[in-house]
């Protein structure tokens, strides 16, 4: 992702740059250091670290592993470890495959301990500009459920040190419905209990992009969007 920005210098001129940082999701990492998916996430961290040159860090939208299993994590650890400070800082937010089996609390744990995520739902100034994770309450199968508290949170994350020329950038696994390729009603693969709720949070506050992954689409799907007028699908 880059962001570009313009603001008005000390001269009165007008300064734009550039602001990068990775957007990966849905890893499902096993066990097995040979699996397809564990292959994949090396080969996109040797991509990162040859051509992230500047990026303030990885954001992770969930489905860091694909049980949530300890031995999943290790291998997750391993792989991320051999790039050391080859690759931009990592910043996760969980995904159904991460806590939906059995034992929410023993799933929650083995997340946080096995990505180091500062909690179930946590945010990050970077560089001048914010990064919001939301995550789910509830070991769902599908869903993320995000508590009263949780949108009261994000309400207030949101118009901290606002300004509408200074895009926040929030991250969850599941999309809102009919939203991206996926997350139609008759797809079935949309996820968020409170969707409506959550809408009118970020209705208060259009600076804010949403990533999410979960759905797995593939880009050529309907509904894909290229950020080019007239190209989207």
């Known amino acids: 992702m880059i962001a570009m920005s313009s603001r008005q210098g000390k001269d009165g001129g007008t300064r734009s740059f550039c602001f990068r940082f990775r957007v990966i999701t849905d890893t499902h990492v096993r066990a097995d250091e040979q699996h397809t998916h564990n292959v994949n996430l090396e080969r996109a961290l040797q991509d990162i670290a040859a051509n992230g040159t500047g990026s303030v860090g990885i954001m992770h939208a969930g489905d860091v592993t694909d049980h949530g299993f300890p031995d999943e994590y290790e291998a997750w650890n391993r792989n991320w470890h051999r790039f050391g400070g080859a690759v931009p800082p990592l910043y996760v937010t969980m995904g159904n495959h991460d806590v939906a089996l059995e034992n929410w609390e023993a799933r929650l744990g083995q997340f946080l301990r096995g990505t180091g995520a500062e909690g179930i739902y946590h945010d990050h100034w970077i560089d001048g500009y914010h990064f919001i994770f ?92 290229y950020g080019v007028e007239g190209e989207g699908r």
């Not at 509408?164 to 997350?183: C, E, I, K, M, Y």
């Not at 409170?194 to 259009?206: F, T």
């Open 134 to 225: 939301l995550g789910t309450e509830e070991g769902l199968e599908l869903f993320s459920s995000l508590s009263e508290k949780q949108l009261a949170w994000l309400d207030d994350k949101l118009g901290e040190n606002a300004a509408a020329d200074r895009p926040v950038f929030v991250f969850l696994h599941q999309p809102l419905l009919n939203t991206v390729a996926g997350s139609y009603e008759a797809q079935r693969w949309y996820g968020v209990v409170q969707d409506a709720d959550l809408r009118a949070v970020l209705a208060r506050h259009p600076q804010a992009i949403l990533f999410t992954g979960h759905t797995h689409w593939e880009l050529d799907a309907s509904h894909t969007s």
